[in-house]
């Protein structure tokens, strides 16, 4: 797609289950990026990829949280035994090359409400 | 830390009125500087960004922001806004050479324009 797209849209899970979100970035761009929005919080930066690099995991709140991407392409991001805290807008992001004056790229988000 | 802070939580203007909201942000180097916007129901996108050159940039839908260095700010502004403007800002600021995982946002100023 043109895009970057995100899956599900929205995600209702009850508090200790796990749930896995999904990201496929804009086709041929390296970079992949992990931020979480909360309701008058702003953009929570969570986990980037670049390239073949190991990933920057410096903005994972807790072990509870972790991503992966396969093949320098898809990414999920996983999140075990979920608390009523992690309820929020999951907002997934991609760029060409990673360089920090790149335009970032944002796909329309998951909606995750844990009840 | 690098921090980025939107003094307007919420900014409510009349159709045709003058626009400015404002952005700091702690770094003492080099920097590169963005306006991201949401409008309603759609993703986030990039309005503009200052990584060198002439401090005063132009962007799209007729915006534009200010880098001055010694006040460490970086306002958006625009002469005349429009309905359609109506949409979340979100400052947002990383260190030049830095990683891009440290793109860090402000917690956005949301503009309501009255037709």
């Known amino acids: 797609g043109a895009g970057v797209s995100q899956s599900p849209s929205n995600k209702v899970t009850e508090k200790g289950k796990d749930v896995e979100l999904r990201c496929d970035p804009i086709s041929g761009h390296t970079a992949l990026y992990w931020y979480r929005q909360s309701l008058g919080q702003g953009l929570e930066f969570l986990i980037y990829f670049q390239g073949n690099s190991a990933p920057d995991k410096s903005g994972l709140p807790s072990d509870r949280f972790s991503a992966e991407r396969t093949g320098g392409s898809v990414s999920t991001l996983t999140i075990q035994r979920t608390q009523q805290e992690d309820s929020a807008v999951y907002l997934c992001a991609s760029s060409w090359g990673g360089r920090t004056n790149e335009k970032l790229f944002f796909g329309s988000g998951t909606q995750l409400s844990v009840l | 830390a690098q921090s980025v802070s939107q003094h307007n939580h919420h900014v409510i203007l009349s159709e045709a009125a003058s626009l400015e909201l404002g952005c700091n942000y702690s770094y003492g180097g080099t920097v590169n500087l963005f306006w991201y916007v949401q409008y309603p129901g759609q993703h986030l996108q990039l309005l503009l960004k200052?990584?060198?050159?002439?401090?005063l940039v132009k962007g799209i839908k007729g915006f534009e922001a200010e880098f001055i260095k010694s006040k460490f700010s970086f306002n958006l502004r625009k002469p005349s806004v429009q309905w359609s403007d109506t949409a979340e800002y979100f400052c947002a600021v990383n260190a030049n050479g830095g990683s891009q995982g440290n793109l860090i946002f402000g917690k956005g100023t949301k503009l309501s324009v009255k037709p």
């Open positions: 200052y990584f060198s050159g002439d401090p």
